[in-house]
Structures are given as C-alpha cells and as structure tokens.
C-alpha cells in the first residue's frame, strides 16, 4: 500500500508503533526491536506493491483512508522520550573520607559549585598515585594489587567538571614543580660531568688512532671519558604521550604515574594514532592498570624499554554522549578497571567569597609523594606489601563471597563490574588508610590496612561505585537514535512548539541535533513515537528522505493541572 501511493510510510510506521506501545510490546521488546520490526515488515510489503488507487475524490492521498478532508487521528505519545533513560545518581557520601579529606572536598564543592563527587575523584586518583608503587595492598600473599585508581568523571560540558579537578591537581602539579627544582643542581652539576667525560672521550679516541697508526695496542678507555648516568626528570602527571615514551617515563618514575586528560575522548581516540595497533594499545592500558611487568620495543632502537611495574592511575572526563568509546565493542574488561562518577549537576548558583584554606592538605599530598619504593636484598626497588588487619580481611572475605555470588547472576558489563569490585575495595581500602595517614606529620606509617579504612571502601564501592556503573551502563544501553530522539523530545517539552521547521531547529539547537543526519534520525523516531508528524508532504516526494516541516503533538503542548 505504501510503494502504491495508497499511504505514507511515515504514517504507517507511526500509526503501527503507537498500536505496539498500546498494546505493551514496546515495554516487553523494547522500542528499537520494535521500530526495527516495523521497519523490515514495511520493507517486504513495499516489494510488492498494490495496484496504485483510482483517480477518485472519495480517497485520500496521504496518512488516511476516505475522504480527503478526513483529519488524521493522533496516537497515544510514547513517554519513554520524557525521560532520559538514565537512572538516578546516588549521593557520594564524602563522610568516608574522613573529616580531614571529605570537610575539605565538601567545602571546594560548595566553592565552585560543583558536585563533591568530582573532587572526590581527582583525590582518589591523585593519591592513588601518589602512593602507587610505593606500597600495595595484600589480600593474601598470592593476591597483591597496585593502589592505582582509574577514575572518569561523567557530565555535559557546563557541568563544572574541570573545576572540581583543579585544586587536587594544582597540589599535585605544585609537588611536581617542587621536586624538578629541588634536583635542578643536580641536574647542572650532570651536565658539567657529562661534556667533561665527552672531552675526554674525545682524547682517548684520538689516543686510540695515533697507537693503531704507530701499529701499538690501543690504550682503555679511561672511567673519566665514559658518561655519567644522567638524572630522571621527576614526573607525576602525563597527558597525551605515545607508549614509547611512557615506559621511558616510567623507567624514570618507578612509583607510577598519573594521567590526566581534560576530556578521555581524545586519549580513547588517540589509540593507535602512532601505530597500526590500536588494539595493542588498548591491551597496554589493561597491563597499566595490573601493575604488572611490561616489556616495549621501539623500531628505531634495538634496546627494549622494560618496566617492571607498570602503573599508572587514570582521570579524565566524558561526555554522556561519548561513553561508547568505553564501554562498546567486546567486554574485555575496560569499562569495569573505571570507578565511575556521574552526579546530577549542582542545581541554581550562588557566589562565595571565602577562599578555602589547602594549607594543610598540600602538606599532606607531599607525605604522600615522599614515600619510596623500598630496597630488596638483591639491591633491586619493589612495592612495599601491606596486610590486612585481622578484622579488615574478615570484613573483606564476607564482602568477596557475597559479591561474587552477585556477579554469577548478573550479564554484561554489570557482571565485570562485580567481577572487579573486590580489586576496587583493596586499592581504596590502602588509598583511605594512608589519606588518614597523611592527616598528620610524623606519624608512624600504617603496617597494615584496617577495619576502618577496608569498611570505607566496602561503603563507596557497594553503595557508590556500582550504582554508578549502571548509570552509565544503564545509558549506553540505550540506542543512538533513541538518545536523540530524547535530545529533540526535550526541547519540545521545553519550547512547546505547535510546529517546527528541523532545519531551521537544528541551525539554533546545540549539542547532537546540530547535525543533520542525527536530527533527522530523532525526527524519524519521535515521528514513530506519535511525538511530531510531517506537514506539507507532496505525493511525489522521495519515500527515504524526511521533510523539513512538522507538526507537534497536540497532547504534549497541554499544560499540567496543578494539584488540588
């Protein structure tokens, strides 16, 4: 009927859509298996089309039966374009922190008005890093982990995620500075020694000519001409980098490091950007996380670069709209190395004049970045290992046992995420216990991790960790064109237009619907949806290409009641 002109396929997908939703085979299928059913029905009965209909006034052209003048009737809207599709965001319950750590990260929230969620991860992932090598948490002797956190921070571009980082990473860049200056002499004093043994080297080879033409043996080359060792540039933070030169910093800055990228998408993209192998690099960033020994081969040296622990924490930002570069594809374990934190933006706004004292916290940071990896009877560096106190691995032992049980009943990425948690609660559990440590100078370093630091971090992962990964496995769950969809729904919701032109829309839209084909895909969709129909659609237009005009649902632009 469609290929002969009798209806418009647009109608047909609508009219057909909104009898599924009625029916509850959209809640039960879900709308894109619905669309997609729709879709290949229409596509089989379009290839064999009915005789086209009589030139007769008695029918309509397009969207109905009968008369011309017949007004089409409007579906019931799918409401599932209200919402965002998203679950509701769980409270970061700062408190775990301690007063000293959770006050302060309250207190720079509230400053910048900002999500604490968002400080409390660039200090999570700081002094995970900070520590890094230098100490790791021990389950057992045979279940050892580095303390390095990856940490994403989710938000749209104007939800303060950036500022929430800066002070965290300003301390942590201070320390930084501080220790390249502190070395700076040193580093003077390298090069003095470095051209002095090059002189002399210069002399001992022009020794070695003159013998070989005096047909006498040539002279040894003297300790004077051989060059000094040189001296590592103290590093902390990285940010775009190749792998190459990453394990060449990390052969430098044996404790780890941490990398931090405004915005992940561009490190997620940059894989394979200085090689063919992205999904090498990929593999990389898996062995950067489990602190495990790495060995790199560079083409234009024939010396490999070997680090034996390779950690490095993470922190970055995401857009929701670019979680896919996470999370899609096969689950090799990626998404669930993330502890995710995605807060609801903080509502209204409101100047603060008092500047927040970090004093007292910079001196802790730099406890923490004093720590060094200990000497082994073989004059090698290795991490430190610290226990649990008997308490802490009772704790721990019943927390493994009940999530693991969890995860045998759950698919997906949920599965991997509960098939990390117990790593996530060690390394938070040693990150907690020397944040409490680093509170106060001179006191004696923590010899094992205890029942108050492994009860935190039981608390975040169980109560914060995993409710965020649904979140945003919950939304990457849902299809593109639905998203979109949600984005144009929005702004009908918002605006209440009676029609609109998707040209001119997307021209003064921001965000997604700024492009052309993404606002046609959530034009096509809401139309399915009973949202928006076309007007002004000519008989002999294309059957595949969407018209520019639409009309709007005359239920959505109903105001709500408000309640007795």
């Not at 002399?203 to 043996?217: F, I």
């Not at 509502?347 to 603060?352: D, F, N, S, T, W």
């Not at 009860?455 to 169980?462: K, W």
């Not at 409710?467 to 702004?491: N, S, T």
Request: overall charge neutral.
């Amino acid at each position: 009927m469609a290929a002969a002109g009798w209806l418009d396929p647009t109608t047909i997908q609508s009219n057909l859509f909104a009898s599924a939703l009625t029916c509850g085979l959209v809640r039960e299928d879900g709308p894109s298996a619905v669309r997609a059913t729709i879709a290949s029905g229409l596509k089989a009965g379009m290839a064999q089309p009915h005789a086209p209909l009589p030139e007769d006034d008695h029918f309509g052209r397009f969207g109905s039966f009968g008369t011309a003048s017949e007004e089409q009737v409007w579906g019931e809207p799918d409401p599932f374009y209200l919402g965002s599709g998203r679950s509701k965001p769980v409270p970061f319950a700062a408190d775990l922190l301690g007063s000293f750590w959770g006050d302060w990260c309250k207190a720079h929230a509230a400053a910048r008005h900002v999500p604490v969620d968002y400080a409390a991860a660039a200090l999570l992932a700081s002094a995970s890093a900070l520590v890094g090598n230098a100490r790791w948490p021990s389950a057992t002797p045979e279940w050892k982990e580095p303390p390095v956190l990856w940490a994403a921070i989710v938000g749209s571009p104007s939800a303060g995620k950036s500022p929430a980082l800066d002070p965290v990473l300003g301390m942590v860049r201070q320390i930084e500075r501080e220790a390249i200056e502190a070395g700076q002499s040193a580093r003077l004093q390298y090069q003095e020694d470095l051209e002095l043994a090059q002189a002399n080297a210069a002399e001992w080879q022009r020794q070695v000519k003159d013998a070989l033409r005096r047909g006498e043996s040539p002279p040894a080359r003297p300790k004077a001409a051989i060059d000094p060792d040189p001296l590592p540039l103290p590093r902390i933070i990285v940010g775009d980098t190749t792998p190459e030169r990453l394990a060449t910093l990390l052969q430098d800055n044996p404790k780890g490091l941490l990398l931090h990228r405004d915005e992940m998408a561009g490190w997620l993209g940059s894989f394979g950007r200085y090689s063919a192998n992205a999904g090498g690099e990929r593999a990389l960033w898996l062995e950067a996380y489990g602190g495990r020994a790495c060995t790199i081969d560079r083409q234009k040296s024939p010396d490999a670069t070997i680090v034996p622990n390779l950690s490095i924490a993470v922190l970055g930002g995401l857009q929701p709209d670019r979680l896919s570069l996470v999370i899609s594809g096969a689950d090799d374990g990626f998404a669930g190395r993330f502890l995710w934190f995605w807060p609801d933006p903080t509502p209204g706004y409101r100047l603060q004049q008092k500047a927040v004292d970090g004093l007292s916290q910079l001196t802790a940071l730099r406890q923490l970045s004093m720590l060094i990896l200990p000497k082994r009877e073989d004059g090698s560096s290795g991490p430190g290992y610290l226990p649990l106190s008997q308490s802490a691995a009772a704790y721990f032992e019943t927390y493994v046992a009940d999530v693991r049980s969890r995860a045998r009943g759950a698919t997906g990425l949920l599965a991997g995420t509960l098939g990390k948690a117990p790593g996530h609660v060690l390394r938070l559990s040693l990150v907690l216990e020397y944040l409490a440590w680093s509170e106060a100078l001179f006191r004696q370093e923590p010899a094992q991790i205890g029942e108050s630091a492994m009860l935190a971090a039981i608390g975040l992962v169980d109560g914060y960790f995993v409710p965020m990964a649904q979140r945003v496995f919950g939304e990457a769950a849902i299809p593109e064109e639905d998203r979109l969809g949600m984005e144009l729904a929005r702004w009908i919701a918002r605006i209440k237009p009676k029609q609109f032109n998707a040209r001119d829309t997307r021209r003064t839209i921001r965000g997604p619907l700024h492009d052309p084909k993404a606002m046609q895909q959530a034009c096509a969709v809401l139309t399915l949806a009973s949202w928006i129909r076309p007007t002004g659609r000519s008989a002999g237009s294309s059957v595949g290409r969407l018209p520019a005009n639409y009309e709007v649902n005359p239920a959505l632009l109903v105001e709500a009641k408000p309640h007795e």
